[in-house]
């Protein structure tokens, strides 16, 4: 069966950075592109990017590109989420979610990962 | 970027009654890509709908979509006590893919 395996909880400061990683299992990860999303605590969703696991292509949410990088390891089937400059707002559940098409992009996600809460605090 | 308006934001009700849940869109969505979520505390959101009107697997037939443009329906017709839980609509028309704020199903 499918499986996304998040990376635990992080605390971190403000001005740091934090890597979340998302193993996937149950299936080929090439097949999928994934995607971030996160939530803060008490709020709704937000869309932060995709990862073309084939080739390593992304496309970030302009409201994250500088701060955030996504990259695989296809060899460990793993996916993961780099988001740097942390501020207080960036506390959050941090969701890797797959993309519902095969080897295709339809931008809505039928798997997620248990969440990786990430709190940023001095 | 698409603003996604759900109403109400709590829904009171009993179970085995039905729940009509509402998702606005700012602008029409194309090919009508909006789909709905459910989520329950301190779980991942689990797709219900695609394509606005499309049940994903193993979902049941009691949760159903329905709408075009910029107005969505989500319906569930009639309440088990496993639905109890916030519902979230995401349109995938317009990069950024955006989530409405959500509606809370709640137990009267």
């Known amino acids: 069966q499918v499986q996304l395996v998040q990376s635990g909880a992080e605390v971190k400061k403000p001005g740091a950075s934090v890597r979340v990683s998302c193993k996937a299992s149950?299936?080929?990860?090439?097949?999928?592109?994934m995607h971030w999303v996160r939530q803060a605590p008490g709020q709704g969703l937000e869309w932060m990017g995709i990862?073309?696991?084939?080739?390593?292509?992304?496309s970030y949410a302009q409201r994250f590109q500088g701060r955030v990088t996504m990259t695989r390891d296809t060899s460990t089937s793993t996916v993961y989420m780099d988001l740097s400059s942390l501020r207080s707002e960036d506390t959050a559940v941090y969701y890797c979610?797959?993309?519902?098409?095969?080897?295709?992009?339809?931008?809505?996600?039928?798997?997620w990962g248990q969440g990786t809460l990430v709190t940023v605090s001095s | 970027e698409i603003v996604l308006t759900q109403s109400p934001a709590t829904l009171s009700l009993s179970p085995g009654e039905r729940a009509t849940l509402s998702c606005g869109a700012s602008?029409?969505?194309?090919?009508?890509?909006l789909a709905w979520y459910q989520q329950k505390p301190g779980l991942a959101p689990r797709l219900l709908i695609y394509?606005?009107?499309n049940r994903a697997t193993g979902i049941p037939d009691r949760f159903s979509g329905s709408g075009s443009g910029t107005d969505f329906t989500l319906t569930i017709s009639g309440l088990e006590p496993e639905d109890f839980a916030v519902y979230y609509c995401?349109?995938?028309?317009?990069?950024?893919?955006?989530f409405g704020q959500g509606t809370k199903v709640e137990i009267k």
């Open positions: 979610a797959r993309d519902f098409a095969v080897r295709g992009v339809r931008n809505y996600f039928d798997y």
């Open positions: 149950g299936y080929t990860l090439t097949t999928y592109s």
């Open positions: 990862i073309n696991p084939t080739d390593g292509s992304t």
């Open positions: 602008q029409s969505l194309r090919s009508s890509y």
């Open positions: 394509d606005a009107s």
């Open positions: 995401q349109q995938y028309a317009n990069s950024p893919w955006t």
